[in-house]
């Protein structure tokens, strides 16, 4: 899996970092396999800098063979800059093979300050790709964080898996299994093996957990859809 994230690309008027980063999904499913892009939540802090809710994106690609990284990575700041939001700080970041340290910055930069500093010595270390693209580029931070917390396989839920998005009304298991989702659950953590769940409009977005897309629903009464609840 190669993994890209980006932060830090919108202002108050632009749209934001995930969608952003779903379009790259899409013009890079023209030569790659997406797997998903996933929203993963950072310190909520008044001495963090953010637009809204301080959060980064990581694009998840499926990709066999030797990719060359900064060709890609170039690729996909040409995008992020053909996007550039004035007032925006965008960093980019893009690795296959993501370290410990790295994913231990993504857990630090959700209940912590951390530095640009701190982000390109874990990077150096890693070898990965990490570039800060304009203004301050404290988007660098959440970028690394993005990818480290990905590939974790334990943070963050989906913007973006299969065809979830296409997805409209209340709908029965199967169709959201078939979507792309892994797997339904109740909030107990039990499975769900049968029921009709509301898509709530294309806007499911189902948690990474253990590297799978997993939905978690909950009700008010039997009777009713199972509700799907968004988890960080």
Same mark, same amino acid.
């Given at each position: ?8 690309? %919108? ?5 934001? &970092? ?19 892009? &996933?929203?993963? +939540? ?21 990709? %066999? ?8 990575? #170039? ?7 053909? %996007? ?14 993501? &370290? ?15 530095? +640009? #500093? ?17 203004? &301050?580029? #404290? ?48 909030? %107990? ?44």
């Amino acid at each position: 899996m190669i993994y890209i994230g980006v932060d830090d690309t %919108d202002n108050h008027e632009s749209r934001g &970092t995930g969608r952003l980063a779903r379009s790259i999904a899409q013009i890079l499913g023209r030569s790659f396999q997406i797997a998903g892009v &996933t929203r993963h +939540q950072l310190l909520v802090d008044p001495r963090v800098p953010c637009t809204s809710h301080n959060s980064c994106a990581a694009v998840h690609v499926r990709a %066999d063979g030797d990719i060359d990284l900064v060709a890609l990575a #170039d690729d996909v700041q040409g995008l992020m800059l053909a %996007d550039y939001q004035l007032g925006s700080d965008p960093g980019l970041c893009v690795a296959r093979a993501v &370290t410990p340290a790295m994913s231990e910055f993504g857990r630090r930069a959700k209940v912590e300050l951390v530095t +640009q #500093d701190e982000a390109y010595a874990v990077a150096q270390a890693a070898g990965c790709v990490l570039r800060g693209l304009a203004g &301050t580029r #404290d988007g660098v931070i959440g970028a690394l964080a993005a990818v480290g917390l990905a590939a974790s396989g334990q943070d963050g839920r989906f913007l973006l898996v299969g065809t979830m998005r296409e997805l409209a009304g209340v709908q029965p298991l199967g169709v959201v299994l078939a979507a792309g989702i892994s797997e339904v659950r109740q909030m %107990d953590g039990r499975r769900l093996e049968a029921g009709l769940i509301d898509t709530c409009g294309g806007k499911l977005r189902p948690a990474l957990r253990s590297g799978r897309a997993i939905l978690y629903v909950q009700r008010q009464a039997d009777e009713q859809p199972w509700q799907p609840v968004k988890l960080d």
